[in-house]
């Protein structure tokens, strides 16, 4: 009788105990990672709503060169942004949702205020100010709106 006619061994049964220890560990490294998921998308759109803000300033203050050099920065902070948001691994459920909530929000309100500051109000500091903060409005309710409820996302 050789080794491949030996029937196989039987798994490893777990004991209740053993069973319960482990399902208790797979509940707390899957809370973990939906909770590192939400933070890091937290700091994604944060930093995108910061960066909007200098966007706006520098199109409706800065001029000619202020777009120049508003529109440079904010490809710059794109792709590192992209890059470091690809790089991130772990997605909690809802967060792609939460993202593209922001980012079509923000593009409205990014849009209007560009139109009505460029044509009605150029270089009003009274207007774009205001409107700069505005325009991280979208951004920073999409990242800091409550987590679904079975989610734990320490501050």
């Known amino acids: 009788m050789n080794s491949a006619d030996q029937p196989a061994t039987p798994p490893h049964v777990p004991d209740p105990r053993e069973a319960a220890a482990a ?6 490294l899957a809370g973990r990672t939906r909770a590192q998921g939400w933070r890091w998308v937290r700091l994604y759109l ?7 803000v200098g966007l706006v300033l520098a199109i409706g203050l ?8 508003g529109m440079g920065a904010w ?15 772990a997605t909690a459920p809802g967060t792609a949702r939460r993202i593209f909530a922001g980012a079509i929000t923000w593009a ?21 100010v205001p409107a700069a903060l505005v325009s991280a ?3 920073l309710l999409a990242a800091w ?3 679904p409820r079975d989610v734990t996302v320490p501050a």
């Open 62 to 69: 800065g001029g000619r060169v202020g777009f120049f050099v």
């Open 23 to 28: 399902l208790e560990r797979v509940s707390r």
């Open 137 to 139: 409005v979208p951004l």
């Open 145 to 147: 709106r409550p987590v």
């Open 46 to 52: 944060t930093g995108w709503a910061v960066a909007s």
């Open 75 to 89: 490809a710059v902070i794109v792709a590192v942004g992209t890059t470091w948001a690809n790089r991130q691994g």
């Open 108 to 128: 409205v309100v990014y849009g209007v205020t560009i139109f009505a500051g460029t044509t009605l109000w150029p270089g009003l500091v009274a207007f774009w």
